[in-house]
């Protein structure tokens, strides 16, 4: 069932994003009721603030009309969602002085939530800001950080591959995280980067 329904919102998406690379204003205005609540809701998350959530949206919008000759239809309209909205709250958080306790918090959560299991189309590179933070970490707790957060293994399944106690491997991760943590607050760049893709996945 889940399938079906998938398959006739994305036949439907085809059928209005056709029509809207014709330059049909009434299928522009139906893709945008579908996806401005959910994007509203996943900026908001972001940026704290419903007047610039709001602003970013219309802008987001703007663009996807001024841009509509450009829209690939035999590519995921999800994905072109995604790279405007997340270049959208990219820009706005380079040209703005983000709070530094709302930073924190966010990238506390981004490294808390993140998954190997996720499939999203971020996930990707949510890797590979990640794999820069592994990088400086102490060979173990960054072995131990790996097979935990990368492979997907239970803190048991590490203890009996590695040889070390549960424990251990719990200190190894609040000290993992710690410092992934801190590595990310100190290179805005990548920590933007990170925290607008962890944040900008719920599009569907």
């Known amino acids: 069932m889940m399938s079906e329904q998938l398959t006739k919102q994305r036949d439907e998406d085809l059928l209005l994003l056709l029509q809207l690379k014709n330059g049909n204003y009434s299928a522009f205005d139906l893709l945008y009721q579908r996806y401005s609540k959910m994007l509203y809701a996943n900026i908001l998350r972001l940026v704290k603030d419903s007047e610039m959530a709001k602003e970013l949206l219309q802008d987001l919008f703007l663009k996807i009309w001024e841009r509509r000759n450009a829209i690939d239809t035999t590519k995921s309209f999800k994905s072109f969602l995604f790279t405007i909205a997340r270049n959208a709250v990219y820009d706005y958080f380079r040209k703005v002085s983000l709070d530094k306790k709302l930073m924190t918090e966010m990238i ?13 189309i971020s996930f990707k590179e949510k890797s590979a800001c990640l794999a820069q933070a592994i990088n400086t970490l102490p060979p173990q707790s960054r072995q131990v ?25 719990n200190n190894h991760m609040v000290k993992a995280n710690k410092l992934v943590k801190e590595f990310l607050y100190r290179n805005s760049d990548l920590a933007i980067t990170f925290v607008v893709v962890s944040f900008l996945h719920n599009i569907s």
């Open 145 to 169: 950080y790996q097979l935990c957060k990368i492979e997907g293994l239970s803190h048991e399944e590490i203890s009996k591959q590695l040889g070390i106690s549960i424990s251990t491997i």
């Open 108 to 120: 506390s959560r981004s490294v808390e939530l993140y998954s190997h299991t996720e499939e999203d």
